[in-house]
């Protein structure tokens, strides 16, 4: 509770947290519109594959154009501006950057900005789920051991899972299950960038207009984010993936406690001590009336006759026995809310959620009958989809993880439905995300 006053403490002392920015798309326009208002907080560099399209969204968004003509990230420093680039291990390199927020969403440079980031002395914000999602064990094992701080990205619905697990453990309840809420319908699984504004009940002009990226909706819509996210929390509290993957049962956020339980007690959880995620939508396809779609959640147990008399006392939502309480928050705003992943990390040196182990990981699982000679096209597209399931159960499969599984041929043919495996796909051994996955799966075997 006291960020903001330690922020303005840097602020006052000319001592600004500088931190860079790789990747301009909607979180970190988010953020960057966020970070103008914040106290003590300076980003000295923007890098993007499209300069030009950097500084557009910078303007876009409120960007004074005189903090974005900076020559290089020292003048930069020195000035109080941002410099514009495309050159990211430059960025991560600069000897004024303290943090480093990888918001690119493409798991194999995530994975590589991450390393750069541990060799420079940099701490992170993996914004970047899918590649937490695929190697942040190793990443941020890696980060502790030099010092360094790797975080997931406050505002995203992960670390905000995180923090209400976090929060339920630190006073002394048992977490019975955590996650967050999505429009969900079992159809979506082959859901492809052609069919997804149908879904959304958009035209694809609507879409066009709106600057929509169809495959990122589509791995919204296609059950990957959802699966990926909750991955990330699996590893990062220690809670368990649902053994079956996620079940997206539609459920009211005033029902939560009462759905989201063990079987013994009436719910529909395999054991206490899982992730889940919740749809909007009933079984018919209408919208619930209170729904989740956009929030999260945390399921725990009263450790006594007393304390579930409390609950009720001061008129928590609980189950029908007023055993098993929730606590939820039903928006997460982005990028707007990651200052508070920057501000920990400089000034406390704390990650908001950071992967403890590797418990969960996301099988790559083909949409349609796949030909052999295909080439993948990855998380969102035509081919595949990213099914939640336990690290034991993919270790024991082969299962070929989501964020490999683009741009690589298919050795035969696979029918819809199918988990894909490693020996499925014919995978360039060098590429450095290759050999990290590789050796971060021989120390959890």
Known sequence: MNLHALLQQRQDQDRPVRVAVIGCGKFACMFLAQSLRMAGLQVVCVCDLDPDRARRNLLAIGWPPERCNASDIEAACRQGTTHISEDASACIAATGVEIVIDATGD???????AQLCVAQGKHIVMVNVEADALAGPWLAAEARKAGLVYSLAYGDQPALIC????????????????????RYRPEYHASTPDSVWEYYGLSQEQARLGGMNPKMFNSFLDGTKSAIEMAAVSNATGLKAPAQGLSFPPCPARLLAEKLKP???????????????????????EMLDDDLRWGVYVTFAAPSDYVARCFREYGLQTDSSGQYATLYRKHHLIGLELGISIAN??????????????????????????????????EGGYCVWGQLMTAQQSLQSGALPIGLASGVALTRAITRGSILSWDDV?????????????????LAA
């Open 163 to 182: 923090e209400q697990v976090d929060w339920a453990r630190a006073v002394g309840f048992e977490v019975i299950c955590a996650g967050k809420g999505t």
């Open 107 to 113: 798991p194999l440079a995530g994975i590589y900005h």
């Open 345 to 378: 990390i400089a000034l406390r040196e704390e990650a908001t959620g950071y992967p403890r182990g590797f418990n969960a990981d996301v099988a790559a699982t083909a949409k349609r009958d796949l030909a052999a000679g295909e080439i993948l096209d990855g």
């Open 263 to 285: 079987r013994a007690a009436g719910g529909i959880l395999e054991a206490p001590g899982m992730v889940e995620v919740v749809s909007c939508l009933d079984e018919a396809g």
């Open 426 to 442: 014919t995978l360039d051994t060098r590429q450095p995300a290759v050999q990290i996955r590789r050796r971060m799966q021989s």
